[in-house]
DNA sequence: CCCTGGAAGTAAGAGTTGCTAACTTTATCC
DNA sequence: GGATAAAGTTAGCAACTCTTACTTCCAGGG
């Protein structure tokens, strides 16, 4: 498919037979899961919002957990390069670049709950696969790194790990409860970012010793 | 079959048609969440374990998802005594109190991983149902109560429900953390009993002020 | 004591879904 | 220019949700 004319460098558009279902799916998927809910999806919408039969899919994917995977893939892929661009706006080593990660992971769970929860909602087989157990410890090594630099140890000091493991399970419950209940911390006259902040310098500051 | 002797108290038992469904659906149901997965259950399966046909539920729940509800409700009531069994298990006021909440909490979600994850995971319309919420609510008030008593504050001081908040999300993010990934804090050699004493210690002590 | 009303069950069925099997179309490779 | 394999189609089965119409059993009032 690549050595004719041109203009066919990527597999995008109007193939013969459809061309690229699989990401079109994936997206498909997303949306879906966003507007009906974790579970408010079906592979036969999907294929139907994608134009082609419902079996169709199934060239792609083994099952419906396998498309799920895939979104969860896509959207952790994602989430890891938005935590990397947060830490990337503030100094290396600064507790503000601590809490940017944060508040990137927070914002994602904010801007696509659907998603958010279906990567971390329910199980399904996901910690089981390879793929995304290693994009999970992709993810936490953005904290890890952060939380290294800026606390100037090595990433693989127990001290950073468990300050990681602190700071990732607080902003994680925190994105939970906020697309949970809608209850925000505005309730409390504390917005996001000086929350985060506040958060990241008691963990990491003369704060909570592990 | 009422007015026989006695022991008929409860009609839990052997009815003419049957009883009590309802409570047996729902106990059928959190079973086989918690065997097959949040999502891995279906109401016809549940149906048939009560020993009932698959048209019988509806008689007491309007669909699917209010069985759910009613499955997150009991679990929820649970939740909170045992929130506040373990409260009791300390002095009122003391950091161990706090953090005996928490370890409650934990290990709700560590036994019942598949409830845990359909009470917090998928929203289904849970945050919209008032009875759910204010499960929630009650829930959350304890943490609240341990808070005021041991900062010596009312519980309605904005103080209070920042720092409850934030014991909340923590405790939260760990548990969910700890049944998605089986990363245990046992990873960064520290046990949940010392985890919890210390972050409590830090949120509520000299530690983080928000 | 019957009988009527309603609560709680059943059976049957429509519509959707997950997935498979068998077949067709299309691009590529030798 | 065919064989091959990838990627699509239709048809269909089993299971599931939920509805409708019917049945069974208990309870209270005359």
Redesign the interface.
């Known amino acids: 498919m690549t050595e004719h004319p041109a203009a066919r460098t990527v597999p995008a558009r109007t193939a013969y037979h459809h061309g690229d279902l699989r990401a079109q799916m994936i997206a498909a998927v997303r949306d879906l899961v966003e507007t009906h ?3 408010g999806f079906s592979v036969a919408e999907a294929a139907r919002r994608a134009g082609v039969s419902s079996a169709a899919p199934y060239k792609h994917f083994r099952d419906r957990a396998e498309i799920l995977r895939g979104v969860v893939g896509e959207a952790m892929d994602r989430l890891r390069a938005a935590m990397e661009a947060g830490a990337a706006t503030y100094p290396a080593g600064s507790v503000e670049a601590v809490a940017a990660v944060g508040l990137a992971y927070v914002s994602f769970a904010r801007t696509e ?1 659907g998603v958010f ?1 279906l990567a ?5 087989g ?2 089981n696969d390879p793929d995304l ?1 290693a994009k ?1 410890e992709d993810a936490f090594g953005v904290v890890v790194r952060c939380a290294a630099a800026c606390l100037g140890l090595p990433p693989d000091d ?1 001290h950073v ?2 300050c990681a ?2 700071l ?10 906020t ?5 925000s ?1 505005a ?4 917005d996001d970012w000086a ?1 985060l902040v ?2 990241a ?3 990491l500051g003369q ?4």
């Open positions: 809910g974790p579970d709950p929860r971390f909602g329910l199980t399904e996901h910690e157990r999970g127990p790990q468990a493991y602190m990732w399970s607080f902003v994680h419950g925190h994105s939970f409860l697309i949970d209940s809608k209850r911390v309730s409390t006259s504390i929350y506040t958060v310098r008691g963990i704060g909570i010793r592990a």
